[in-house]
């Protein structure tokens, strides 16, 4: 019993899921031999799916993977996706991922059941639970380029396995380095679902222009009625995750371009948090240090969704200055909200806006031109208005809920025929 006791002492002391699981697989190999320990140490595929879980693709029949359950694009497009398939099915998909996260909790607010699991994208021998857990659905929808590793390991389990990618150049660059086998992970799916015009040369490096299929998302219309700032002055907002391709240090630049006498005429909001990762952590504390030099300027960290949507109501102009972006989210719900969009030229949306009719669009990264189209609003308030109303009727041209699901199911029905 010392032994034993010694053993959950080191298995307590570990101090990541992922080390536990390394550590009670060794642990079993170890203790096979001996009946008295081994019912201590269960399988650790186990540890992820409970019997419940298991029987979840009897009920659930769809499963959405996602690669993790973080307050960004491809998660939430993920979640507007569980809605249209409920609106279609009348069924809630199950939400995989192996990275717990802050909107896991939103998905399970509308009923959606989620599941963890820290080796999924990472299994390297036989899982019978894994894989029994996702044989048993019928679909897997799978989200996100940075999913391969799901693919590659279940592309011969998954039924109908459909990948819908969210990325362009920074995000297919990055997993090619270290996915050789990317045509055949593409060989292995039913259908390649894009979200953006923009993923197209890009994903047809890898399979042929018939399996590709423009998929926009949409997004339920939860606009609120503007709330225009108590001071009386203009409100810039740039929403999204703080990393270089997200560019808030090309916004703060701009603003340091302007005279002091239009910066006194507005608000200048910066909210989002860093990811997970050292280059963004970096970042994030640069432009934090810099939005500190500027008096206007207001920073906020990542929100749930019902806040921001009330910071939406309080905006008047919505600024994207990504360096590489497909189709971010917060540009369509800037656009639902009737908030004035000014957009780099590296965005999805950039091939459906037009400059100054429902919009605003600066050349990427362009400091001085997305200074000089601040400066234009700043000069001529008035215009807001018009290019809000512009900027709401193409919302309702692209991306409702609507129109989503109706497409969600055609793709489905082709796929399956």
């Known amino acids: ?84 398939l409920f609106s279609l099915h009348g069924v809630r998909a199950t939400v995989i991922s ?62 109908h396995l459909t990948w819908w990618l969210h990325e362009t150049d920074t995000g297919f660059t990055s997993v090619a380095n270290i996915a050789t086998d990317l045509p055949l992970l593409f060989a292995c799916c039913e259908s390649i679902w894009l979200c953006s015009p923009l993923c197209f040369p890009l994903a047809l490096q890898y399979t042929s222009q018939d399996k590709l299929h423009l998929l926009l998302y949409g997004c339920n219309d939860s606009a609120m009625p503007h709330r225009p700032h108590e001071s009386g002055k203009m409100v810039f907002s740039i929403v999204g995750s703080m990393e270089p391709r997200k560019g808030q240090d090309i916004f703060l630049n701009a603003i340091e371009r302007l005279p002091q006498t239009l910066r006194d005429k507005a608000i200048f909001r910066v909210i989002g948090s860093p990811l997970a990762y050292k280059a963004s952590e970096v970042f994030y504390k640069e432009v934090l240090t810099q939005a500190a030099r500027i008096p206007e300027v207001e920073c906020f960290e990542s929100m749930p969704q019902d806040k921001l949507l009330d910071f939406y109501a309080q905006t ?102």
Request: with cysteine; charged share 20%.
């Open 98 to 159: 192996p990275k717990d996260g802050l909107i896991r909790e939103e998905f399970e607010q509308e009923g959606f059941p989620t599941v963890v699991d820290p080796l999924l994208f990472n299994y390297s021998t036989y899982s019978s639970d894994a894989c029994s857990f996702v044989a048993n659905f019928e679909q897997v929808i799978v989200s996100s380029l940075a999913a391969f590793g799901f693919i590659r390991y279940f592309r011969g389990i998954a039924k």
């Open 316 to 417: 008047d102009v919505l600024v994207s200055a990504s360096r590489d972006d497909p189709m971010p989210i917060v540009v369509t719900e800037g656009l639902m909200f009737s908030n004035v969009c000014l957009c780099s030229s590296a965005i999805g949306h950039a091939q459906l806006l037009q400059h100054r009719k429902d919009a605003l669009l600066f050349t990427t990264e362009s400091a001085e031109e997305l200074s000089e189209q601040m400066a234009w609003l700043l000069q001529n308030p008035a215009e807001l208005a018009a290019l809000g109303a512009a900027g709401r009727r193409l919302y309702e041209k692209y991306f409702l809920m609507s129109s989503f699901t109706n497409n969600v199911e055609n793709l489905i029905q082709n796929t399956h025929t």
């Open 1 to 84: 019993m010392k032994k034993l006791y010694k053993l959950l002492y080191i298995l307590r002391s570990l101090k990541t899921t992922k080390n536990r699981i390394k550590f009670l697989i060794m642990l079993q190999e170890y203790t096979k031999s001996i009946p008295e320990l081994s019912h201590f140490f269960p399988t650790p595929s186990n540890t992820a799916y409970s019997d419940e879980m298991l029987n979840l693709g009897a009920s659930s029949k769809i499963l959405l993977v996602v690669h993790e359950f973080s307050r960004t694009g491809a998660p939430y497009a993920a979640l507007y996706l569980a809605r249209a």
